[in-house]
T-cell receptor
Framework: AQKITQTQPGMFVQEKEAVTLDCTYD???????LFWYKQPSSGEMIFLIY??????QNATEGRYSLNFQKARKSANLVISASQLGDSAMYFC?????????????FGQGTRLTINP | DAGVIQSPRHEVTEMGQEVTLRCKPI?????LFWYRQTMMRGLELLIY????????DSGMPEDRFSAKMPNASFSTLKIQPSEPRDSAVYFC?????????FGPGTRLTVT
C-alpha cells in the first residue's frame, strides 16, 4: 500500500531563509507521482509542484523545488527566500501508476510559520 | 478559467437532513475527485470520476453517501441522512493529466 510520511508537524523559520519540508513515501510500484500542496489559513488547497518517478531532473516552480531522492524514497520541498505569505500547512501526496490522473494519498501535513 | 467551483461554501444542517454539495470542474478536465478533510483523518479521497464515469468509490464511507456526475461540467455529492460525524470540509478537484486543482471546499457542519 502507498504511504506518505511527513515527520515535521510544525516548523518555524525566519523570513528570507530557505526552508526544507520533509516527505518520505513508501510504494512498491515503479511508476508514481509526487505532489506538494499548500493550504493557507483560508482553507483552499493550492497545487505547488509535481515530480514523476521517471523524471530525470528535480522539479522546480519559481521559489519551489522538489529534492527527489528516489533510492531514499524522499521528496522534500525546498522553498527559497521564504516570505511571510508562505505561512501555511503543506501537504505531500502521491499517486501510484502513470496511466493518467489517479487518486492521491496525502501525508498529515507540516505547519510552516514564517517569522518576520 | 475560473478554477474549480464549489457550492455552497458553508453548510450548517441538522442531523437527519439531506445535504447536497455541488462542483463544477475546470473546463476540459476529464477527471473529477471528491475529498474530505478532518482533523482526525486528514485528507481522504471519497470517489473519483473519469469522463463522467465513477472509477473508484472505495473511499465512500457508507451508503449514506452518493455521488453523481451527469455531465462533464457538474457533479454532486449527497449525504442522506446526515450525521454529526460527517462534519468536515469537502473538496472537489479536477485534473486533465496529473496535477489536481482543488476547489475552495465546502465546510459542512451537522448539528
Amino acid at each position: 500500500a502507498q504511504k506518505i510520511t511527513q515527520t515535521q508537524p510544525g516548523m518555524f523559520v525566519q523570513e528570507k531563509e530557505a526552508v526544507t519540508l520533509d516527505c518520505t513515501y513508501d510504494t512498491s510500484d515503479p511508476s508514481y507521482g509526487l505532489f506538494w500542496y499548500k493550504q493557507p489559513s483560508s482553507g483552499e488547497m493550492i497545487f505547488l509542484i509535481y515530480q514523476g518517478s521517471y523524471d530525470q531532473q528535480n522539479a522546480t516552480e519559481g521559489r519551489y523545488s522538489l529534492n527527489f531522492q528516489k533510492a531514499r524514497k524522499s521528496a522534500n520541498l525546498v522553498i527559497s527566500a521564504s516570505q511571510l505569505g508562505d505561512s501555511a500547512m503543506y501537504f505531500c501526496a502521491m499517486f501510484r501508476g502513470l496511466g493518467g490522473a489517479q487518486k492521491l494519498v496525502f501525508g498529515q501535513g507540516t505547519r510552516l510559520t514564517i517569522n518576520p | 478559467d475560473a478554477g474549480v467551483i464549489q457550492s455552497p461554501r458553508h453548510e450548517v444542517t441538522e442531523m437527519g437532513q439531506e445535504v447536497t454539495l455541488r462542483c463544477k470542474p475546470i473546463s476540459g478536465h476529464d477527471y473529477l475527485f471528491w475529498y474530505r478533510q478532518t482533523m482526525m483523518r486528514g485528507l481522504e479521497l471519497l470517489i473519483y470520476f473519469n469522463n463522467n464515469v465513477p472509477i473508484d468509490d472505495s473511499g465512500m464511507p457508507e451508503d449514506r453517501f452518493s455521488a453523481k456526475m451527469p455531465n462533464a461540467s457538474f457533479s454532486t455529492l449527497k449525504i442522506q441522512p446526515s450525521e454529526p460525524r460527517d462534519s468536515a470540509v469537502y473538496f472537489c478537484a479536477s485534473s486533465s493529466i496529473y496535477e489536481q486543482y482543488f476547489g475552495p471546499g465546502t465546510r459542512l457542519t451537522v448539528t
